[in-house]
């Protein structure tokens, strides 16, 4: 007997059948697990499968990026060693440039600290931070995202936005012990809350997984133009005002884009703000407390203190009403006599001169 | 008189386990945040070449469920919602398996033509769910250099595909 005449022939048809049940039945988990699970970055929740595979992938990733790093920070120092020379030229240009900045800085700082104490204004206090290293990245068109380092040991929470020395680079979508999630702002999920510096003018940044996330929601004549500096705007309290992002452009498309500032170069080491909302920074204590500044320097007045006052209080309203009585009985005399004098000179007035009489 | 012909059997660990732990490995590597003249690293989806060679192969129960496997893996690991590559990569096994008696046999350019359909209905399906879940469209430019790189995988299908199409007769 031939082989292909043999039992094995037969076996071919129900295989495939075998299969393409398999791959129904598989398509149909795949849909419920889409549906049920998916990815809800507003939510908060971060599921067990994904805080797992995040703890297991970000030693490994650690490993992968620490050579990639060791590597550019050599090629940082060969390059320093050999551009030393334009480096320095660029650099004191640079200085010279930036002296005056920096003298307009301290005025302005020194005037705005004294406006905040004149008005009162309750500043935000800073924002603690810790620094993180990113350890794997996904760039593709349908998710942005990063593992790194930190987590909730470092008190890192969902929510937390995440920045590097050029600017905002996204915010915390999942943490567990030692490794965290961020979903950066070019995430097609991703929305943030922006303002033009120029005009104050507000918009939203949306992702869509390129480079340059686009501006939607801008409103205005002249509101926005090329170049303009986009800051967070930090409506909503997700995140701080005035974080910097990047730079008004026009896309090809047509639409109103950013250049970020992050991608001025890697983003290999990140910080987290530990900023949650503006009610986690507002101390409930401070809120009831007087709303002038100077109003909360003096202590509370102890018991002593306070019958003394309350007896100047008294004495000071007693000189008051005796004020306001006297005042009122000089007003009375005042009339009395003015209308005696009145009276006076009517009577004057009705008898006939002597010498009218004489004649 | 005919010799008994021997069956060279390639067990489910040589054509299946190895690429797909390969294709998990190289998925790790490629996340590495390396930035190289302000370039970064390609972001190609490995388990499409899997895909695409596995029911060519042969038709197999295990490699749905290994398809899935990967899928969620990619997932979980780039943060994507949980099911989408796996819908695309079991989409792409399913038109691949129904076409196989039309594949049989082919040259390679009409391969890399099925191979480019079924990496362009991949990207289109994960397209309209992350679009649909979003509530917001993906840039098609980003989208571009993500198929790029999928498309150049042709050679690793192509070579899974002849040296393990005719590695169980039983197939044939």
Not at chain 1, 7 to 10: E, M, T, V
Not at chain 1, 186 to 189: G, M
Not at chain 1, 262 to 268: E, I, K, M, P, S
Not at chain 1, 274 to 278: E, K, P, R, S, T
């Given at each position: 007997m031939a082989f292909r005449d043999g039992?094995?022939?037969?076996l071919k048809a129900p295989l495939t059948w075998v299969s393409a049940g398999v791959v129904v039945v598989a398509m149909i988990v795949a849909v419920v697990l889409l549906i049920a699970n998916?990815?809800?970055?507003?939510?908060g929740e971060y599921g067990a499968a994904r805080a797992g595979a995040d703890a297991v992938a970000a030693p490994v990733g650690g490993v992968l990026a620490a050579p990639v790093r060791w590597a550019g920070q050599a090629s940082d120092y060969v390059r320093g060693y050999f551009f030393a020379v334009s480096e320095n030229r660029r650099l004191r240009a640079e200085l010279a440039e930036l002296e005056p900045w920096r003298d307009q800085a301290i005025a302005l700082k020194n005037v705005n600290a004294r406006y905040e104490a004149m008005l009162g204004l309750r500043v935000e206090p800073p924002v603690e931070m810790v620094t993180a290293r990113s350890v794997s990245e996904s760039r593709g068109p349908f998710v942005n995202a990063r593992l790194i380092d930190v987590g909730q040991a470092a008190g890192v929470r969902v929510g937390n936005p995440v920045i590097n020395e050029h600017g905002l680079v996204g915010r915390v979508v999942g943490a567990t012990g030692g490794v965290s999630r961020v979903l950066l702002i070019?995430?097609?999920?991703s929305r943030v809350p922006i303002l033009v510096d120029r005009t104050d003018a507000r918009a939203m940044l949306s992702g869509?997984?390129?480079?340059n996330p686009r501006l939607e929601?801008?409103?205005?004549?002249?509101?926005l133009r090329e170049g303009d500096r986009i800051l967070t705007s930090g409506d909503g309290g997700g995140i701080p005002r005035g974080l910097p992002v990047g730079v008004a452009a026009r896309g090809i498309d047509g639409t109103w884009r950013v250049k970020l500032f992050?991608?001025?170069?890697?983003?290999?080491y990140v910080r987290v703000l530990?900023?949650?909302?503006?009610a986690q920074l507002a101390d409930p204590e401070a809120l009831n407390?007087?709303?002038?500044?100077?109003?909360?320097?003096a202590p509370p007045p102890d018991a002593q203190t306070a019958a003394r006052i309350a007896d100047q209080e008294a004495r000071r309203r007693a000189r008051d009403e005796e004020e306001v009585r006297r005042v009122a009985e000089a007003e009375a005399q005042r009339r009395r006599e003015a209308a005696e004098q009145a009276a006076a000179r009517t009577a004057a007035a009705a008898q006939p001169a002597p010498e009218e009489v004489q004649e | 008189m005919r010799r008994a012909m021997a069956v060279r059997v390639v067990g489910p660990m040589q054509w299946m386990v190895w690429p797909a732990l390969i294709a998990v490995a190289g998925t790790v590597i490629l996340a590495t945040p390396a930035h190289l003249f302000g370039l970064s690293l390609p972001e190609p989806i490995l388990p499409l070449a899997l895909a695409f060679a596995w029911p060519l192969i042969r038709p197999s129960v295990l490699a749905p469920l290994m398809l899935l496997a990967l899928g969620l893996f990619l997932d979980v690991f780039w943060f994507a919602p949980l099911g989408l590559w796996p819908l695309s990569l079991l989409a792409v096994y399913g038109v691949v398996l129904a076409g196989r008696s039309l594949l049989a046999g082919q040259d390679t350019r009409m391969l890399f033509a099925w191979y480019a359909g079924c990496t362009i209905l991949a990207f289109i399906l994960a397209y309209m769910i992350v679009s649909l879940m979003a509530g917001n469209a993906p840039s098609l430019l980003a989208l571009f250099w993500q198929v790029l790189p999928t498309l150049a995988l042709f050679p690793v299908a192509g070579w899974m595909i002849e040296r393990f199409d005719d590695g169980d007769v039983r197939f044939r």
């Open positions: 039992p094995f022939d037969n998916g990815r809800d970055v507003e939510s070019t995430d097609v999920s869509d997984g390129s480079g929601y801008v409103r205005g004549e002249d509101s992050t991608d001025r170069g890697a983003v290999d530990l900023f949650q909302d503006f407390a007087p709303p002038l500044a100077a109003a909360d320097t | -």
